[in-house]
């Protein structure tokens, strides 16, 4: 087998057969969980443990993800119409920095979520290792994001033009993975990174946003009182009081 046979099973594998083992691992898998487990549908909220560093890092994060993806799905839904919107140097300029300021603010948000999980005691103690998977795999997507906005330029365009077909490809039962073997290989770990999240999405806390809307990006502060002195040890001993 010569090196460019190796490659291209490679490729065969990472974008012909990990989008189906993705696609069919997000469904099942989410579904059973739902069925089986709906009660673990949840973010798992640790915000009433600490608040002041989870505003810094869930906000930005949470408005720079969803202006991301918002993009993402304009060159996935409308391909046509973003490359006639990209047509125009100025609206070209407006999309690519609107994204590219929506990853730089998805970055601090994980960051700040990085500082918070590994500094505040009891915060690290309901952070699971399948959390930190999580944040290293969508820190590394949204990296390679970066990357690509600097060094490969309007991905927007090519986004549109050779990632949206191939995507629809995937969806068709027809793999047109010519349109992707030729990128730069950062974009290419970008993909493969991406189909890596959906398939561990069902067995994450990212579950929740299929059934839970994020009121709390507009939301007054949550207030927590608390009716027990925190400077003193909380046991689990009571006493039963009879009449």
Avoid at 84 to 95: E, G, K, T
Avoid at 120 to 139: E, G, H, L
């Amino acid at each position: 087998m010569n090196e460019n046979t190796f490659f291209d099973y490679l490729d065969l594998f990472w974008f012909t057969i990990l989008p189906y083992v993705a696609l069919f691992t997000f469904f099942i898998a989410t579904i059973q969980r739902y069925r089986g487990e709906a009660f673990t549908y949840s973010s798992l909220s640790s915000q009433f443990l600490e608040n002041k560093i989870h505003f810094w890092a869930m906000v930005p994060f949470h408005y720079g993800i969803l202006t991301v993806l918002f993009g993402h799905f304009i060159g996935f839904l409308l391909p046509s119409q973003l490359l006639a919107w990209n047509s125009v140097p100025i609206r070209l300029y407006i999309f690519e920095i609107t994204g590219f300021i929506g990853a730089i603010f998805t970055l601090v948000g994980l960051f700040n979520i990085i500082i918070r999980r590994t500094s505040n005691p009891r915060v690290k103690m309901v952070t699971t290792s399948t959390d930190w998977v999580v944040i290293a795999i969508i820190i590394f997507q949204v990296i390679t994001g970066i990357y690509t906005a600097i060094f490969h330029s309007w991905g927007s365009s090519w986004f549109a033009s050779s990632i949206t077909p191939y995507l629809w490809s995937i969806i068709q039962f027809n793999p047109e993975i010519a349109y992707v073997t030729s990128l730069p290989i950062i974009v290419k770990l970008h993909i493969i990174s991406a189909f890596t999240i959906v398939t561990l999405f069902p067995f994450t806390r990212l579950v929740h946003v299929l059934v839970v809307p994020n009121p709390y990006l507009w939301r007054k502060p949550q207030v927590v009182r608390w009716h027990w002195n925190r400077k003193k040890i909380r046991t689990t001993t009571f006493e039963i009081k009879r009449k």
